[in-house]
């Protein structure tokens, strides 16, 4: 039986699904408890458990022949998806800096899982693949020549696998040619992200060149001024101290106190920081929709995903309403649809094997 595994590491959770071909057979999530420690061994523990979900279902790890692994950050190296070999790990490691709430986790079960599945080709498919089609202007900072190339500084985009396949899915709602799509994406959840499509490429999305950027989101900062951080560190902030305050201390939490969604609409009646959470979140994925709008002409549909987007109508209602002057629920559409990271990668791991 002719198998393939899909691993989506995230910050705190490790979803697998397991496809023959594009049907799933078995899938699952596991999340790391409030009160785990931010240190090495979830995921290691949590892929134990998707290896004994496996077994429990007698699929045998020998019928697998792609194992294909999310991973947040490519940087300039991996400009799209490739087949795993020994040093990789090493080289996803040196991109660390760069999502260090996502490449940690991916490294980890890389590891666990390199010897369980014998026969199967491994397969890295990147998140900011989808956005390497932004074009000079939009992925150039304007910071010195030396400082970019010396580091490697430009706007890379994440989120890709799930802009990609709604969009796909978009097309298919809308009797469109995939070519010539231009619509509005957006992944709202614990991390969230905006991206503008243009003739069924990514022209512009809010991540940048990392994924704090852009949208305010659980307990990622977002969009802030530079001059900020400046200050902070030339105060009395250590570098590392600053790093996990915008990461893990930031966004929704810092206002609400939770970083969930759901929470803060429940807290909502009694509760003027969950109001100012709330109102803070819907301003700013107006503020990209209304640039996107100006950025792309003829947009078709706006689509919403995520577990934000796709399960809060009462802040897509707002969103809508807000944007009716510019034609957002009559002439440009409002779209749900549910992602499915998963489904995507599973159909990169097929592309690459028949190469």
């Not at 496809?19 to 420690?37: A, V």
């Not at 007698?58 to 190296?77: A, L, M, P, S, T």
């Amino acid at each position: 039986m002719s198998l393939t595994l899909v691993l989506n590491a995230g910050s705190s959770t490790l979803k697998y699904q397991v496809f023959k071909g594009e049907t799933s057979l078995l899938r699952g999530t596991f999340e790391k408890p409030s009160d785990y420690e931010l240190n090495y061994g979830f995921h290691f523990n949590a892929f134990e458990d998707v290896k004994a979900a496996l077994s429990q279902e007698k699929i045998n790890f020998d019928d697998f022949d792609y194992v294909g692994y999310r991973i947040v950050h490519g940087g300039e190296k991996f400009p799209r998806s490739v087949e795993i070999n020994e040093g990789f790990v090493n080289e996803i490691s040196e991109l660390d800096s760069l999502a260090p709430l996502h490449i940690p986790p991916v490294i980890e079960v890389l590891k666990a899982s390199w010897h369980t599945f014998p026969n199967a080709i491994r397969i890295a498919v990147f998140d900011t693949a989808f956005h390497s089609t932004l074009d000079e202007a939009t992925y150039t900072y304007p910071l010195p020549r030396s400082v970019r190339e010396k580091y490697g500084i430009r706007k890379y985009g994440f989120h890709g696998m799930s802009h990609q396949y709604v969009a796909e899915i978009a097309a298919k709602e809308l009797h469109k040619d995939p070519k010539h799509l231009n619509i509005i994406t957006c992944h709202l959840g614990a991390g969230s992200s905006i991206t503008a499509i243009k003739n069924g490429e990514s022209v512009d999305t809010s991540m940048g060149f990392t994924p704090l950027a852009g949208l305010m989101m659980a307990t990622r900062c977002g969009d802030i001024d530079p001059g900020i951080l400046l200050h902070l560190l030339r105060d009395d902030f250590e570098v590392d101290e600053l790093d996990y305050v915008l990461n893990q201390e930031s966004g929704l939490k810092a206002i609400a106190g939770t970083g969930d969604m759901r929470e803060i609409v429940k807290n909502a009646s009694t509760s003027q920081n969950a109001r100012l959470a709330r109102e803070m979140y819907i301003k700013r994925v107006i503020h990209y929709i209304g640039a996107y709008l100006a950025l792309v002409p003829n947009i078709e549909a706006i689509v919403f995903t995520g577990g934000i987007g796709e399960n809060d109508h009462s802040l897509r209602s707002e969103i809508e309403t807000r944007l009716q002057h510019l034609g957002v629920g009559t002439t440009i559409k409002i779209l749900v649809i549910p992602t499915n990271e998963e489904l995507a990668i599973a159909r990169e791991c097929h592309k690459i094997g028949k190469r």
